[in-house]
């Protein structure tokens, strides 16, 4: 197969003289389409802005023909579209951003086109979601031992339901605590602060191993944002792939050439798959939107290879 792109992220002409198309096959004429994928993104079910009717809604303004929303520890966002009938011109792959710990540290996992009613995926939502709680819990004692005012209420409030570190931000900026969001975070909640609590997430390992389980492909989220030196991340992809992890985003929206040039040789050298997601949240965030990434480069092996044939047919490709 050979594609001719014609500029930033398009696909303008298919032809498929061999084996594996790396793009949905849209292209017909006279109307061409764009393959264009983002399999990680948030909604109101998680610390995202909008609710997924609403992103969805946005990913298809957007031009994004196959989306993957990937919300933290659950993933009824995408049960509620699913649930709500068939959509048109977008495929919805399930997706969630799983929570674990490796070396101390908060790792996200993204889980990919596993089967929603696995039990395995269902019980580990549930775990999570008490995770949370247990967790909100205990970064509330920990803000009040440093002498800040209860938060939880307020959180809970901001969150609709169990809060999360952002949320806590946002009561602290409600409060008048901190003048600017990222500031609660480098102050309290940030990787090492007082508020960021690793030790009730799962392992590594488990995660990985729940998703696979639930039949899903497990990738590494954005592997920059970490703060990890090269070599730690080297160790924990080393760690993660021999616990059965697939791949990791290449692409996240707002990322250095310099990370995608590394993410891309690291991608290689472990012979791991290549994702790509915006990590979306709220609009506001002009710099992040759904769908808007370069294409990943053709050396890499794009994550869509190892989704079921069902997905794949589904979205376009051959099974
Ligand atoms: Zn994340
Ligand atoms: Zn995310």
């Known amino acids: 197969m050979s594609f001719v792109r014609s500029d930033y992220g398009n696909v303008a002409r298919l032809n498929f003289t061999d084996g594996e198309p790396h793009a949905m096959q849209l292209t017909e004429e006279p109307q061409k389409r764009v393959f264009r994928p983002d399999f990680h993104c948030h909604t109101t079910a998680s610390d995202g802005h909008l609710t997924p009717p609403e992103l969805l809604q946005r990913a298809q303004d957007q031009g994004v023909t196959a989306l993957a929303v990937t919300d933290h520890d659950t993933y009824a966002g995408y049960s509620s579209l699913v649930a709500s009938g068939p959509v048109t011109g977008i495929s919805l792959i399930s997706g969630i951003e799983l929570s674990c710990v490796w070396q101390g540290r908060t790792i996200h996992i993204v889980g990919l086109d596993f089967a929603a009613q696995s039990q395995v995926m269902l019980d580990a939502v549930a775990r999570q979601q008490d995770n949370r709680w247990q967790r909100a819990q205990l970064i509330d004692e920990r803000l009040v031992k440093a002498g800040l005012p209860s938060l939880l209420a307020a959180a809970e409030t901001e969150a609709g339901g169990v809060p999360g570190r952002p949320h806590?931000?946002?009561?602290?900026?409600?409060?008048?605590?901190?003048?600017?969001?990222?500031?609660?975070?480098?102050?309290?909640?940030?990787?090492?602060?007082?508020?960021?609590?690793?030790?009730?997430?799962?392992?590594?390992?488990?995660?990985?191993?729940?998703?696979?389980?639930?039949?899903?492909?497990?990738?590494?989220?954005?592997?920059?944002?970490?703060?990890?030196?090269?070599?730690?991340?080297?160790?924990?992809?080393?760690?993660?792939?021999?616990?059965?992890?697939?791949?990791?985003?290449?692409?996240?929206?707002?990322?250095?050439?310099?990370?995608?040039?590394?993410?891309?040789?690291?991608?290689?050298?472990?012979?791991?798959?290549?994702?790509?997601?915006?990590?979306?949240?709220?609009?506001?965030?002009?710099?992040?939107?759904?769908?808007?990434?370069?294409?990943?480069?053709?050396?890499?092996?794009?994550?869509?290879?190892?989704?079921?044939?069902?997905?794949?047919?589904?979205?376009?490709?051959?099974?």
């Open 168 to 319: 806590f931000a946002s009561a602290m900026l409600a409060a008048g605590l901190v003048k600017k969001h990222h500031h609660a975070f480098d102050r309290y909640l940030g990787t090492g602060k007082i508020g960021d609590i690793t030790s009730l997430w799962p392992s590594l390992e488990t995660i990985t191993q729940w998703i696979r389980e639930g039949g899903g492909v497990a990738i590494l989220a954005h592997p920059r944002k970490y703060g990890l030196t090269g070599v730690k991340l080297r160790a924990l992809l080393t760690d993660f792939m021999g616990a059965g992890g697939q791949g990791m985003e290449v692409l996240s929206a707002g990322q250095a050439d310099a990370d995608t040039r590394f993410l891309t040789l690291l991608c290689e050298q472990f012979q791991c798959a290549a994702s790509l997601g915006s990590d979306f949240h709220h609009p506001r965030n002009h710099w992040c939107e759904l769908g808007r990434l370069p294409p990943l480069p053709t050396k890499l092996t794009p994550v869509w290879q190892l989704f079921s044939a069902a997905t794949r047919q589904h979205m376009g490709l051959p099974a």
